[in-house]
Every structure is written in structure tokens, then in C-alpha cells.
């Protein structure tokens, strides 16, 4: 059966598949409340919430976050998965981790099929939350209290879902893992260095 991969935001779900093959995408809205996302639970929730709004029905989905003793590379199935428009973002949790997966700004499309503003764009919100090293396990003291802050306090790993930086490093084109946030965990905090508190979303069936 084909997976389907969502980009979410804190406040926003994107979406990489149709109705019965989508199983990637990255979310158009977030929590609205900055990296409190309700924990892995209301992360979760909100990718199947903007899922089902899209008309996606009969998966079972999970954000791509890691907590301080979970590994985002463990919550999200075995793949492979496709995008909304039927592009395959990968066959499996190695390859996905790897060159070889398919993740740019015109493949990482919301839960509605559409592109998300990425560096160069206004507003820039490439900053996608993660907590995770580029292997896709655990930055434990960057995932803003295990997805639960909201002010000044923490801090979150965010990767660039267009593969852009402000240099040509592996960080700044990295997917999942280029810079911690700063001045803490809220809206505007995020917003600052190029994000919305958007999420990948997975689905695992």
C-alpha cells in the first residue's frame, strides 16, 4: 500500500499524496501557538485533523518529531511515500535519512497539494520543527519541552523543507536538521528566523 508524507505547521499540514495514495505532507497551518503543540499526542492529531479536512481518509498519522526519548525516525512507519502529487519522497526510513530521498520545495506540498513559502518568498517559512539530527534521532534539549513551550524558554532543531540556507553547508540544506531557534518556543520566536511552526506529517498505513 502507498504512504503518504504531510509538512505540518504548528499551526498548518502540507500534504505529498491523493486521497487514497497521499501519505507525505507538510502542514499549511500550525497549533497557532508556537511550538506547543500538544505533545507528540496533539501533533499527531493535527496531522490527521488537516488530513481529513483535505479529504484524505483511512491513514493513520504521525508527526515527524522527536521528543527526548523518542526517535522521529520511529514514529513514522516503514514507507514508501508518496506525495499529492504523486511523487515518491521515498521507499523507506534508511533512504529517507539519506541523498537519496525526493524532499525539495516543489516535492514538500501541504495537505492541499500546494508549494510552501520557502527562503526568498514573504513570508519565508522553511523552518520546519524536527527536534531530530539529520539521521532522524533525538536532539533532546531542542524540541521546546517535548513539543509543550510556547514563551521564551527552550529551544527547537528545525530543518529547511526547500533545502536552502544562508550558505551551501549540509546544515543549511538539510531537511530535518539545520539550526536551533531562537529567543525560545513561541510563534513569533519561530517566526523570526524563517518559520510558522509547520511539522512533517507521515502516514503509517
Known amino acids: 500500500m502507498r504512504k503518504l508524507l504531510l509538512v505540518t505547521a504548528a499551526a498548518s499540514l502540507a500534504a505529498i499524496g491523493g486521497a487514497s495514495s ?20 496533539g501533533a499527531d492529531a493535527h496531522c490527521g485533523s488537516l488530513a481529513e479536512a483535505a479529504g484524505i481518509t483511512g491513514k493513520t498519522w504521525r508527526a515527524y518529531l522527536s521528543t527526548s526519548d523518542t526517535d ?3 514514529r513514522i512507519g516503514k514507507g514508501p511515500w508518496f506525495n499529492a502529487t504523486g ?5 523507506n526510513v534508511a533512504s529517507l535519512h539519506s541523498d ?40 533532546a534539549d531542542q524540541t521546546c519541552g517535548d513539543w509543550t513551550l510556547s514563551g521564551a524558554e527552550g529551544a527547537a532543531m528545525p530543518g529547511h523543507h526547500d533545502r ?4 551551501d553547508s549540509a546544515a543549511a540544506k538539510s531537511w530535518n536538521s539545520s539550526h536551533a531557534s531562537r529567543g525560545g518556543c513561541s510563534q ?15 502516514a503509517v498505513n
Do not use: W
Not at 506540498?109 to 539529520?134: A, F, M, Q, Y
Open 22 to 41: 497521499q501519505d507525505a505532507t507538510m502542514s499549511s497551518v500550525g497549533s497557532g501557538k508556537g511550538a506547543d503543540l500538544g505533545g507528540l499526542a
Open 72 to 74: 522521529a525516525r520511529d
Open 87 to 91: 511523487v515518491k519522497i521515498a521507499d
Open 100 to 139: 537519496a530521498n525526493a524532499i525539495t520545495k516543489q516535492t514538500a506540498l501541504d495537505e492541499k497539494g500546494e508549494v510552501v513559502n520557502g527562503r526568498g518568498d514573504k513570508p519565508n517559512r522553511h523552518d520546519v520543527l524536527t527536534g531530530s539530527k539529520p539521521d532522524g534521532t533525538k536532539i
Open 164 to 167: 536552502m540556507g544562508l550558505d
Open 188 to 202: 513569533e520566536a519561530l517566526r523570526s528566523t524563517g518559520g510558522d511552526g509547520l511539522f512533517y506529517c507521515f
